[in-house]
């Protein structure tokens, strides 16, 4: 996260949680730092500040030594599994590495768990003799689960992992990753640009907006009354399927700002020049419950008049039981 | 479309092919569709399956020595482009007919600025001088909506977004007022927000100009918002062709089905097990004459051994008439 200009927060002050066998979504634009946030959960990244509790234990600041045997529980999935696979290995080698790393098994048990696993998504025991390279994207994808499922992990961080396919392929990993929740009870951080993908798969939704998460509500909830006005302006630009129903676009000018010199106040106020940014500079925009289930930015730019009268009532009246 | 319309391009039983290590391949393999003027025609299908090819067929931008039209038609306002000559291609590319490709910094010369670049674009097409071209170009910037056009024309791309660089190629493709736009993927390597903002302002300048679309994407969501007729292709060939109200009404074909059920939507339930095209899209090499769709579905390659005829079957709707695959 280092530039020759200083250090960049690309992801500020984010609190989520995830419960076992659910599928958080994570939304936002290129740039708002979903990747940087999701590498940071499996500690491919190590946080400048905060915590990363793994059932109830901090990850975040632990050695490499001490995180090692907690390394099996959570694996990463990525947009590209190309870039993950080694070329050089045949696919038996690549899902069989982490046994090895790990210690476990003989090598005849080896064998018979990767052919298990090829089984399990859906690739032929044949597969295994053969290069990464020799695979179309879709079945690529197939090698890099197959090769996170290994350890049986019990959270799975997926960066984007259907934007590189084909839509007919991207269905079947798709329901590929809802089987395999089902039947381990994995929970899933699951990274995407597709509103759609990202409805279909999560149980709740997160959106980011540079650095921040500014809406956390129940997939149903926030595609049905989205509460900050950056998730009314990416829900609408959703293209619609109907070509007799061709939806209003909600049209946001300009483009989302750099995170080396974010606004002082609020950055969404800041893109849509709103009247009221002058009063979020300093303001504690973090996220407040609005209903239950949904929380939403503290912030007068992005949500209703309603729904920011009742947390400033809300502030009040904590201030005076205090 | 009711109402007079008239027919500016019209790509007629085109092949285009490709030599490659296992011989020659028919990336296009006889390819027919009509655009007609100020009309949005969208082409939509899986990686491979020719989309990207018809258009660079048309404007002769084929990979060379590898690519070669061996066959058909592209009668562009009456003349061939296919037998249209070198220098006269290069005067209609950039000037009647303008592309966008998906990636703008493909379209770009990161040592120019913005400015030269535009400004260029008339100075050859149009023979402007120097002050006057520059002058045109910063009217250009002004007309797809980039903020500050006078000072972003000193700006090199690496200074612009990415949606302000696909506004500059736009700029470039609308300078010389184009009957005609092709765009391939032109919104794929953009945010949502910013594709939207994309989309918006070519269904502008297309309405204010008049110009006809070919935009080449492989997502039906832009399909529906954006187009009026719409050509599906699999493996080389158009297998469906219709309106889009139609076609997202009524698809005929297996193959255009198996797509728009593969798709979630904002309506589909939740974590439901979505419908799935089986197999994935063949090595050209690897397909016999007859039903392509067929062979992907795992069925004998005997089965259906000629070709499908492609009929239209009821007005405007043209499908590949396979036994198995059309589905009325």
Sequence with gaps: MLRATGAVRAVDGVSLEIAPGETLGLVGESGCGKSTLGKAIVRLIKPTEGRILFEGRDISHVSQRALQPLRRNFQMIFQDPAESLDPRMSVRAIIEEPFIIHGLGSRAERIQWVDDLLDRVGLPSSSAERYSFEFSGGQRQRIGIARALALKPKLMVCDEPVSALDVSVQSQILNLLVELQRDFGLSYLFIAHDLSVVKHVSDRVAVMYLGKVVEVASAESIYRDPRHAYTKALLSA????????????????????????????????????????????????????????????????CISDEDWGKIRQDELRGEGDS | MIGETETILE?????????????????????????????TLGIVGESGCGKSVTAMSIIRLLPQPAGKILGGHVYFKGQDLVRASDSEIRKIRGGEIGVIFQEPMAALNPLHRVGRQVAEVFRIHKGLAKKDAWDAATEMLDLVRIPAPARRMMDYPHHLSGGMRQRVVIAMALACRPSLLIADEPTTALDVTVQAQILDLMEQIQSEMGMATILITHDLGVIAETCDEVVVMYAGRVVERASAVELFANPLHAYTRGLLASIPTLDTPSKSLLSTIPGTVASLADYSHGCRFCQRMGREKNVIRERPQFAEVSTGHWVETCPICYQP
């Design chain 2, 11 to 39: 790509v007629d039983q085109l092949i285009t092919s490709f030599e490659t290590e296992r011989g020659l391949m028919r990336a296009v393999d006889q390819v027919s569709f009509p655009v007609q003027a100020g009309m």
């Design chain 1, 238 to 301: 959703i293209p619609s399927h109907d070509p007799t129903a061709r939806r209003e676009r909600i049209l946001l000018e300009g483009d989302v700002p750099s995170p080396i010199d974010p606004p002082e106040g609020s950055a969404f106020g800041h893109r849509i020049n709103h009247p009221r940014y002058a009063e979020t500079i300093g303001l504690d925009l973090g996220l407040r419950q609005v209903a239950p289930g949904h929380q939403v930015a503290a912030d007068p730019c």
